[in-house]
Structures are given as C-alpha cells and as structure tokens.
C-alpha cells in the first residue's frame, strides 16, 4: 500500500466495472454522448472506502449500508427510480471487490444516473442507470504534511439553489473550481464559506476546529454535506470524552483556533497547519486531532471491535476462518 498518492496494482485491461447490472472491462465502461448525466450532470454519486487489515488479507468496507442508504436517499432528489435494491447495490460493490482481488485500500465511486436520450433539460424517456467502479487509492492529498488551505472566493451552493447534502454530480463543478483556483494560489486545498459569511466545508471534506478542548463543526443549516466520516468522527469524539459542538463557526476563528482537520472518505482525516498562510497552533497535527486520526486508523483495519457493525468484510473465507 503506497500512503499519499494513488495506486493501481492491477492493469487496466484486467480491472472489471458493474455497469448496469453487468462487468465489464475497464476500457468498455463507456457511456454515450445522450446521456443525460453527461449532458446536465444529473446523477448522485458516493464515494466510499475499503481498507486492507493490517497483514493485507482481508478487505472491509467502511460504512456501506450507509453509503448505500444515502445515495438511494439522494436519488429521489432527482426522481431517479434506482433499477435494483439496495441490498442487490451493496452485494454488487462487495462482488467487484472481490472480482478484481482488491488486498490494498481502495476508493468505490458507484454513480445512479439519467441515461441515454435527446436534448433537453429535463429528463422524460430517459432510463436510470447506474455503474461502479474501484480504484486502490492511500492518500488523497499528494502531501504527508499538515495542509496549507485558503479560503476561497468562490461561495458554497446554498440548499435553496442545489442540496449539497444530496451529492448531485453537477453540484461538484462548485468545488472543483474552487480547489483548482486554491492549488493556483499555492493552497493545498480550498474552504468555503457560506452565502452569510460563516464557515462552511473543504472542496470536497467536511471541517472540524478544536478550541478550548472542544470540536467544533457547522451544522446542517451551514449547507454542509452530513458526511459519513463526519458522523463516526462525532461518535468517536463521544466514546474518547470530547466535547462535539455544532455551531456557525466565523472566518476569524480559523485563525485563532488550537487546531482544524479536514475529513471525508477520500481525506479520511487530514489536519490543517494554516489557512490564508497564517499558522494554526505550531504548525503541526494538533493533540486531538492525532487521538482521533489514531482511532479512526485503527477501527477502519478491524483492529477495534467496538466499531465491528461499521465494517463489511470483502472476503468470506476469512471471517469463517476467524470466526
């Protein structure tokens, strides 16, 4: 497993993808250009990982039923009509697991879309269709460092012009300019503040501040996706005895705060040591920041069996053999 950059230790031609129900190989994942996803971004999607244990035997899947719960939920957004169950979802993203003998960490994007059609804006004849695939991902950010992050120009999407908590596919070009303007300022990343001035999220991870030896995040109301990680960081806070707070959080706190980590499925937790070049605590991974980073490495291996239910083991034979 290579930590900081992603990997991929199988050839393309040999990686399979569910599309539609069916594998497929790698360079025939393909979808027309009348899809209506491509065309207008309707689709949900959700990222979600799967960790190797720490002899890189067996392979498990963090939080998937509520992956899977969510972007069924996000999918009636858009009227999408979901072709099979969620529990036909989750037996196919555990079969292409397996099916490409996955033993490292990897990422799962599944996608449920509008498909082919004419132009037109809004979805009629349309069918939804869906696909899934895994690429073997350490760190999503190229740097082992604490992150250097700017606050962007660019505003969060508010709930009342499209739901960020429903990641919807074309929702995501809000964070892709802003990250991409963030990198081309010499950021690592890029945070968003809210249509009225408070903190908001990462391009693409959810925010938590540490003051006076409290977490504190935004709350829903904040237009913040209610990340997954977000949620098993608020549970682990609980168990560990620190105070979670949800509140507004203002710009000016960034700066005065004893430490900010940002979480996600592809950030996992990955601390700030500044934001707009101004230094968070010394610079480095905060206290509690490294006791929950040491926790969440822990449970998602199988190393802490209080969190067993949030893990779905890829390979059968194994858990027989534990069992």
């Given at each position: ?9 199988m050839?393309d ?8 129900g ?12 009348s899809?209506?996803?491509l065309?207008?971004?309707s689709?949900?999607f959700?990222?979600i ?6 002899e890189?035997?067996q392979?498990f899947?963090?939080r ?5 719960r ?7 957004v858009?009227n999408?009509?979901p072709p099979?169950?969620?529990k036909?979802?989750?037996d ?8 490409n003998?996955?033993h490292t ?10 498909g ?13 269709e869906y ?10 950010f190229s740097?082992r460092r604490?992150l250097n ?6 505003t ?7 739901p960020p908590?429903?990641?919807?596919s ?7 300019i ?6 081309q300022?010499g950021?690592?990343e890029?945070l968003?503040?809210?249509q009225?001035?408070?903190v908001?999220e ?7 501040i540490?003051?006076?030896g ?8 904040a237009?913040i996706l209610?990340?997954i ?7 682990l ?9 949800e ?6 706190e960034?700066y005065t705060c004893?430490e900010?980590f940002l ?6 937790i ?8 101004k230094?968070v605590?010394?610079?480095s ?7 929950l980073n040491a926790?969440?490495?822990?449970l998602?291996?199988g190393g802490?069996g209080?969190y067993?239910?949030w ?5 059968p ?7």
């Open positions: 497993m290579v930590i900081g950059e992603m990997v991929v230790s050839s031609g040999r990686r399979k993808v569910v599309m539609n069916s594998l497929v190989d790698w360079e025939d994942a393909k979808v027309h250009v899809t209506h996803g065309l207008y971004g689709g949900v959700e990222g990982r799967a960790y190797a244990d720490r890189g035997k392979l899947v963090f998937l039923n509520e992956h899977v969510r972007i069924f939920r996000n999918a009636k858009l999408l009509k099979v169950s969620e036909e979802f989750s196919k993203i555990v079969d292409l697991l397996r099916v003998d996955h960490d990897v990422y799962i994007r599944p996608m449920i879309y509008f082919t059609g004419g132009i037109g804006i809004r979805p009629s004849k349309q069918s939804t696909f899934i695939f895994t690429q073997e991902m350490g760190g999503y740097t604490p992050v700017g606050v962007s120009s660019w969060r999407i508010t709930n009342n012009s499209l908590s429903a990641k919807v074309g929702a995501y070009v809000n964070s892709m802003a990250s991409v303007d963030a990198v300022s950021y690592d890029a968003f503040m809210t009225n001035g408070y908001c990462g391009a693409g991870e959810n925010i938590f540490v003051k006076g409290s977490l504190v995040t935004p709350p829903p109301s237009d209610e990340g990680t977000r949620d098993a960081v608020i549970r806070a609980g168990d560990m005895g620190i105070r979670v707070v509140r507004d959080i203002s710009r000016t960034l004893d900010i979480c996600g499925t592809a950030a996992q990955t601390p700030i040591g500044s934001v707009d070049r230094q605590g010394d610079g991974e905060g206290e509690i920041t490294a006791k926790s969440f490495e822990s998602v291996r802490d209080r067993s239910s893990l779905t083991p890829v390979y034979a194994l858990v027989q053999k534990t069992a």
